[in-house]
């Protein structure tokens, strides 16, 4: 038995990693201050005795008394509608936060692991992008707090690593969908999904010609944990090869939502990428990992989730 500390681990993918690591009958300390994340995502969890719960800033100094095994710093706002609302706390908790965490699992001898973003791409010149491609950011562009953000994160803790000889692993993270995005989340399938449900507009931006990569919860999850066993430093890509554009996604979910909505254009945000399409070939080979959720399946299963979630904030 392990314990971990995750943090963010309220948040969407947080709580999935926790409930992952509980159900291998480790313990979990989740930690979170609920700037984006939610009570309920962890509220079965609190029964568990082998679940606590902290809450704590993780740009703030961190104790923990007990020992750890594991460090996953996951918090972070990881949304447009978050992180421009949340400018300088997104830019702490990837700095401070990531500082904190570090020193924190250097005092415990404890594994490290980053969660870090396909926004250190930016908006990519080449595509698939893969690890070794360095990205195309604005940093003083509204999008570059949360963009900077992680690519300092990334700095910091390759420089734990070869200063300290930390043990360190760094995932970057491609568009992730599933049960427990927030209904107000702000990106494309929360978004796309909530109208489709309630026979709104979808709002697609430019002309949708825009591409992205979609993988479902649970790929993401089994691709932390063969990274986190793997004896390797530098950043993996975890996401789903399969580029569609956002026109052609929108399409599909009213098709799967059997929705009447039609799609309303609206002008392309700043520094909207243009592409996003991961290079997994390192993930196939170091870690034995490729998606394996279909999208239409993960779509229903997430469709039937904020389903439920619309009929219940209309009770």
């Known amino acids: 038995m392990a314990r971990y500390l995750v943090t963010g681990g309220a948040g969407f993918i947080g709580s999935h990693l926790c409930e992952h690591f509980l159900s291998q009958g480790h313990e979990v300390l989740c930690m979170d201050n609920y700037s984006t994340g939610a009570k309920a995502n962890v509220g079965a969890l609190l029964k568990n005795p082998r679940f606590r719960f902290i809450d704590h800033n993780v740009s703030r100094y961190i104790e923990i008394q007990e020992a750890l095994d594991f460090v996953l710093h996951f918090a972070s706002p990881a949304s447009p509608v978050d ?152 950043p993996v890509n975890i996401g789903n090869p399969h580029e569609m554009t956002v026109l052609e996604f929108a399409k599909k979910i009213i098709e799967l939502t059997a929705s009447k909505s039609e799609i309303m254009y609206k002008p392309l945000p700043e520094d909207d990428p243009q592409v996003r399409q991961p290079d997994i070939t390192k993930a196939r080979r170091i870690l034995g990992w490729e998606p394996k959720v279909k999208l239409e399946e993960g779509l229903m299963r997430t469709i039937e989730y904020f389903r439920t979630k619309l009929t219940e904030s209309k009770a």
């Open 83 to 234: 992180y421009l609302e949340l400018p300088i706390p997104t830019l702490k908790v990837g700095a401070l936060g990531t500082h904190n965490t570090l020193g924190l699992a250097k005092a415990k001898n404890a594994v490290y692991f980053l969660a870090s973003t396909s926004e250190v791409y930016g908006d990519p010149l080449v595509r698939p992008q893969s690890e070794e491609y360095w990205g195309n950011v604005n940093p003083i562009g509204p999008r570059g707090v949360y963009d900077e953000a992680k690519r300092f994160a990334e700095a910091m803790t390759m420089a734990y690593h070869r200063y300290h000889g930390l043990d360190t692993r760094i995932v970057r993270i491609f568009n992730t969908y599933g049960p427990r995005m927030r209904v107000q989340d702000g990106r494309v399938v929360p978004n796309f999904i909530m109208q489709a449900l309630k026979g709104e507009p979808l709002t697609v931006y430019g002309q949708g010609q825009q591409t992205r990569s979609f993988q479902y919860i649970d790929d993401l999850v089994a691709g932390i944990e063969k990274l986190l066993k793997a004896d390797h430093h530098l």
